[in-house]
C-alpha cells in the first residue's frame, strides 16, 4: 500500500532495513556492513543497531551483532494469528503422511518466496521417509529466490505479463547453483510454459541434489495466493511419472483447498 509523506516514518523504515540486513549469508554484522546492505550511513546504522540490541532484539560482543531469539516473536505472532498457515496445516500433514514426501506453502514476498506452512509429520521416523531430501534452510519462514524455485516460478507466472515485466525490469537474477536460470528471457519462456501446464518443477536450480514440484493455490475468485510444492527425488519427477504419482495429489488439493482460500 502507498500513504501519504507525512505518516511515513522514516526512522522506522531505516531500523526495519537493518534488521533486514541479517541473513544466511551474513549472520553477524558490524556498523560498516550493516550501512552497506540497509543503504543508510554508517552513524545511522551504528544507531539502529545499539538501539535494536537496547530493546534485546540483537546480540553483540561489542564490535558485531547478529539477530538474537527475541526476533522470533514477529514470525511465532503471524503463524498463530494468519489465517492462511492454520488452513493449509491440516493437507500438507495428510499429503505427507500418505507420500512420506515433504511439502509445504508458500507466497511471494518481492523477489523472494517465504514459506508459511510445512508438513508436521516427523519423516525422520517413518522407514523409507523423504527427509534427507529436504534442501538446506526449508523451515517455517525461510526466504528463498523466486526465480529458481517452483514456487517461486508458480507465483511469478500468475502474474500478468505487464507486472512481471515490472518485477524482472533492472533486477539481476543471481545464479544460486550451477544450473540455476539467471538469463530473463529464459525466465520468462519458463514462467510461460509455468501458465500453460499450471504447475512447474525445478530440479537442481536452488541446490545441488534438489528436486520440487509446485502448484499454484487459488481462491475461489480465481486469485493465486499461494503455492504448494513437494521436495522429492528425480525419479517422482520423471514426466512418464508425474502425471500419476505426485501431481494430481497435488492438484486434488489445491481444489480442496480453494473454497476455503
Not at 524455485?149 to 545464479?175: D, I
Not at 509446485?214 to 525419479?235: D, E, F, I, K, M
Request: aromatic letters at 4%.
Amino acid at each position: 500500500m502507498t500513504i501519504a509523506r507525512a505518516d511515513f516514518i522514516e526512522g522506522m523504515a531505516k531500523g526495519l532495513a537493518v534488521l533486514e540486513s541479517f541473513d544466511t549469508e551474513r549472520q553477524r554484522l558490524n556498523a560498516t556492513l550493516a550501512a552497506q546492505r540497509a543503504g543508510i550511513t554508517r552513524a545511522a546504522a551504528r544507531r539502529h543497531l545499539l538501539t535494536l540490541a537496547h530493546l534485546g532484539y540483537l546480540e553483540t560482543d561489542g564490535s558485531y551483532f547478529w539477530l538474537s531469539p527475541k526476533v522470533l516473536r514477529f514470525s511465532g505472532s503471524y503463524l498463530a494469528s494468519a489465517r492462511l498457515p492454520r488452513l493449509l496445516q491440516p493437507t500438507l500433514n495428510r499429503l505427507a503422511a500418505q507420500t512420506l514426501e515433504p511439502f509445504s506453502a508458500v507466497v511471494l514476498d518481492g523477489n523472494e518466496v517465504v514459506i508459511v506452512a510445512r508438513s508436521g509429520v516427523d519423516l525422520k521416523a517413518v522407514p523409507g521417509g523423504a527427509a534427507r531430501l529436504l534442501a538446506y534452510g526449508l523451515h517455517l519462514g525461510a526466504r528463498l529466490p523466486a526465480h529458481a524455485t517452483s514456487t517461486g516460478r508458480v507465483l511469478l507466472a500468475a502474474k500478468s505479463r505487464t507486472a512481471l515485466g515490472e518485477w524482472l525490469k533492472g533486477r539481476t537474477l543471481p545464479r544460486i547453483a550451477p544450473r540455476t536460470t539467471t538469463d530473463p528471457k529464459q525466465l520468462r519462456a519458463i514462467l510461460e510454459q509455468v501458465r500453460r501446464d499450471d504447475w512447474c518443477v525445478a530440479s537442481e536450480e536452488h541446490e545441488i541434489g534438489v528436486h520440487a514440484l509446485a502448484v499454484p493455490l487459488r481462491n475461489l475468485q480465481g486469485q493465486t495466493v499461494a503455492a504448494l510444492n513437494v521436495v522429492t527425488s528425480a525419479q517422482r519427477l520423471a514426466p512418464e511419472v508425474l502425471a500419476h504419482d505426485l501431481l494430481p495429489l497435488l492438484q486434488d488439493a489445491a481444489r480442496e483447498l480453494r473454497p476455503l482460500l
